[in-house]
């Protein structure tokens, strides 16, 4: 009878990956500042401080946090309206992020983009859309300039689950594929796509099986392992850089938070909820990971948590600081 091979541990795939604890502590530090920025968003809008609408992506760290470890800080990001994880992980400022959040001046964008779009051209932030979707067919244009300009960089295309259904997600990936470009595409899918779980609008999943139909590698995997989503982007951004042409990787997550502010959660139960944040929350689960591999203390991860949450009032401090724009300046900044 055979064997089955031997399932690697943690701390075999740590080893392997050549990942120092000072590497995974700043990795859950990261997704601590990311969950506590996405709870203080939260807040602020109940204290009527944030203009409009957000999506927060409280729940999807391990995705951010993974990608952005595994490639270079000069990469193009071509973000999506869930997207303060990517910003963050990416090293954002998260003083003028807030700034940003709540329509200051002092924010990147000098308080116009708000939640949705915030961008910063000098780090190759490309900001977010607020048409669903609409982030994708900007990586041709991205991938086809690193191409032709002979970089040493890949573009990230980050989207969700309700994205893979617009038609021009096809027509992209048909064009990447053709012209081979250097561009890294990411669906976060996180189950549902505003207020339709994903298993009823798709014919056929996973999402990611379609980029066979272009010839581009995919890999479909767990969203919520850190490690798994750090390799497979690591090997993927490889290959790119390599010239093998892009690839799409679709990991399956889950949000805590409704679709945007107006979301009632009536199309899922608690339970459900409650479930992922107790059996498979991404903070949780590489936090337990480190504890019992001797990797970190409790109180260590509990001194992160509180170091995170510290940057995150300072920066809601230096944001209700900054001034608001001036109304007679409501048109600069807007065009090219």
Sequence with gaps: MEKKPK????????????????????????????????????????????????????????????????TYRDDYLINHHRGHGHFISKGADINLMMAEFLGKEDGYCKGRGGSMHIADFSSNNLGAN???????????????????????????????????????????????????????????????????????????????????????????????????????????????????GPVFIETQTYRYFGHSKSDRNLYRSKEEIDTWKTTKDPILRFGNQLLENGLAAQEELEKLDAEALKIIEAAVEFADASPDPDPSTVTEYVYA
């Design 7 to 70: 399932k690697e541990t943690f701390i075999e795939k740590v080893a392997r990956l050549k990942l120092t604890t000072d590497q995974l502590l700043d990795m859950y530090k990261t997704m601590c500042q990311i969950r506590q920025f996405e709870l203080m968003a939260d807040k602020l809008y109940a204290l009527g401080k944030v203009h409009g609408t957000m999506h927060l992506s409280a729940g999807q760290e391990a995705v951010a946090v993974g990608i952005s470890r595994a």
């Design 130 to 244: 607020g048409i669903v979707g609409g982030g994708i067919p900007h990586s041709l244009g991205v991938g086809l300039a690193i191409q032709m300009k002979k970089l040493d960089k890949i573009c990230l295309a980050i989207f969700g689950d309700g994205a893979s259904n617009e038609g021009v997600f096809h027509e992209t990936l048909n064009m990447a594929a053709l012209w081979q470009l250097p561009v890294l595409y990411i669906c976060e899918n996180n189950k549902y796509g505003m207020s339709m779980d994903i298993a009823r609008v798709s014919a056929k999943l996973p999402i990611a099986q379609r980029a066979e139909a272009y010839g581009i590698p995919w890999h479909y995997i767990d969203g919520n392992d850190l490690l798994t989503v750090y390799e497979t982007a690591l090997e993927a951004a490889k290959s790119i850089r390599a010239g093998g």
